[in-house]
């Protein structure tokens, strides 16, 4: 009996050891997994081909160094997109600083293009707040952007899912990123779709018959599949990622062999081949866009003057196939605002307070904003003031080159294109407490779809307002791609060469 009651006691004690084990492993909390799994994060560079239809239009690279106490991401973005007969070059790059439980510290980042130059230098102080300093032109001011919780940065994502043990099929992961180079924040859904193999390319080989770089040697790679939602805007894409949180394949939700990619491949593929092309017949390819075609810069770069005739209704046929209906917001007593200015609607906060770059509580910004309205307290009529303001105050210009379109910085010189009367509008409006977002996609105009950037601001419902053009409400000539950010132009990259429109 002793000898029973001897054993039941042995197993008593492992069965509570084993349980207490399985207990400090399986509801850790997630800070302590991910500081556990991410000791495994692998040091070392990844390149990626970027390639609308078929041809490169850039490149990227992920460098992963890891230290003692933090982990150091350096991503590099290149872009040439040709428009009317020119090659427009992008090029952005980001130093991010991650605890070892892959929480965001610090980032630096760089952005030049033609909606202008800027660096940027963000730390998260304490987990409750972002700040923001953005420099450009030798110009320096400081956002603080209050946290609700962990953020991450787009392209880190896929390392959280990986080091948080969130690839299994089905899973759903919802995350608030900040994007340092479109300079907003946005949650997101990423759900895993799918798991399959991959074979990628890990050497090349120079053919000296074409003088290009080939794959020489392959490798299968395990790779899920996350579909990735913007909550609010954005380009859905579908990105195949290995067990590492490394990305193998990226492209926009739905594309074929038209779309946009971003493809792992071996460095000379990827960085030899875009740098030796015939630069000269890609520019050429460009010069004179058919019917319906998109010309990815603002009608302004592009040399189109006068204002567009408002279009109450436009139909139009999407890849030959699809048919969307815009139509015009209607009445404007449809949609009177219930509330009087400045709305205390907690649900709208996020588009009340100020961003980088929006500087809605700046004291010059709230001067002139009271100027314009007076007394006026209704929001449909408030919108409209300083869409008429901003239309009489900006003289339409190419921005300055080094330039940021900062709302002060446009406030003060009164001249830009879309990007700076969009922001400066959304500043005043805010600063009224009239809920206002920058958005951004194509205009129709003289038969082509160039880029454009608008507002929209909460009467009952999100209501377009073009500040360039002074339409308020904006027509149906404007379809919306993105909302917030101000680097969205880069955004419509993905849609040349895949979206074809046709005005019914």
């Not at 319906?292 to 999407?318: D, F, K, Q, W, Y």
């Not at 307070?353 to 408030?382: F, N, Y």
Request: aromatic share 6%.
């Amino acid at each position: 009996m002793n000898r029973r009651r001897w054993v039941i006691a042995i197993l008593t004690a492992w069965a509570l050891s084993l349980g207490w084990l399985v207990k400090r492993e399986v509801f850790r909390p997630t800070g302590a997994r991910l500081a556990a799994a991410a000791m495994a994060v692998a040091p070392g560079g990844m390149f990626y081909r970027l390639a609308v239809g078929g041809q490169q239009v850039g490149y990227s690279s992920t460098t992963i160094d890891t230290m003692p106490d933090a982990i150091r991401v350096e991503n590099v973005f290149v872009l040439d997109v040709a428009a009317l007969g020119a090659l427009h070059r992008t090029t952005a790059r980001s130093i991010t600083t991650l605890s070892r439980a892959l929480r965001l510290q610090s980032v630096e980042a760089t952005f030049d293009g033609d909606l202008g130059q800027f660096t940027s230098h963000g730390r998260v102080l304490g987990d409750t707040v972002l700040s923001i300093a953005i420099i450009s032109q030798g110009d320096s001011q400081t956002t603080r952007i209050p946290l609700r919780g962990p953020i991450t940065l787009p392209t880190l994502l896929p390392l959280r899912l990986a080091f948080g043990g969130e690839l299994r099929s089905g899973r759903s992961y919802s995350a608030r990123l900040f994007d340092p180079l479109l300079l907003t924040g946005r949650d997101v859904i990423a759900r895993v779709a799918a798991e399959s193999t991959l074979v990628v390319s890990d050497s090349a080989d120079l053919d000296s018959t074409t003088m290009t770089w080939v794959p020489e040697h392959f490798d299968t790679v395990r790779a899920f599949r996350i579909d990735q939602d913007a909550n609010g805007g954005g380009v859905p894409t579908s990105s195949w990622i290995d067990a590492q949180g490394r990305v193998v394949l990226a492209s926009t939700d739905g594309a074929d062999d038209q779309g946009f990619a971003m493809e792992r491949a071996a460095f000379e593929i990827v960085y030899e081949n875009f740098k030796h092309r015939d630069t000269a017949r890609v520019a050429r390819s460009s010069a004179a866009p058919g019917p319906g075609e998109i010309v990815p810069l603002t009608a302004l770069a592009a040399g189109v003057t006068g204002n567009p005739t408002p279009r109450p209704r436009m139909s139009l046929r999407r890849n030959g196939r699809d048919t969307l209906e815009i139509v015009q917001a209607g009445a404007l007593a449809a949609h009177a605002a219930p509330y009087r200015l400045p709305s205390r609607d907690t649900a709208l906060a996020r588009w009340l307070a100020p961003e980088p770059l929006i500087q809605s509580h700046d004291p010059r910004i709230a001067a002139q904003a009271r100027q314009i309205i007076g007394r006026e307290r209704s929001p449909a009529a408030v919108a409209e003031l300083l869409a008429q303001w901003v239309h009489r105050s900006l003289r339409r210009s190419i921005p300055i080159a080094g330039s940021a379109p900062s709302a002060v910085k446009v406030l003060e010189k009164r001249q830009g294109d879309c990007n700076e009367a969009t922001t400066l509008y959304v500043a005043l409006a805010r600063s009224t407490g009239l809920p206002a977002r920058t958005v951004s996609g194509l205009l129709y105009l003289n038969g082509r779809f160039y880029y454009h950037a608008w507002a929209e601001v909460y009467l009952n419902d999100w209501i377009a307002v073009d500040p360039t053009f002074d339409q308020f409400p904006a027509d149906a000539a404007h379809l919306r791609i993105a909302v917030g950010g101000l680097a969205r132009q880069v955004e419509l990259v993905p849609l040349v060469g895949r979206l074809k429109l046709e005005v019914l």
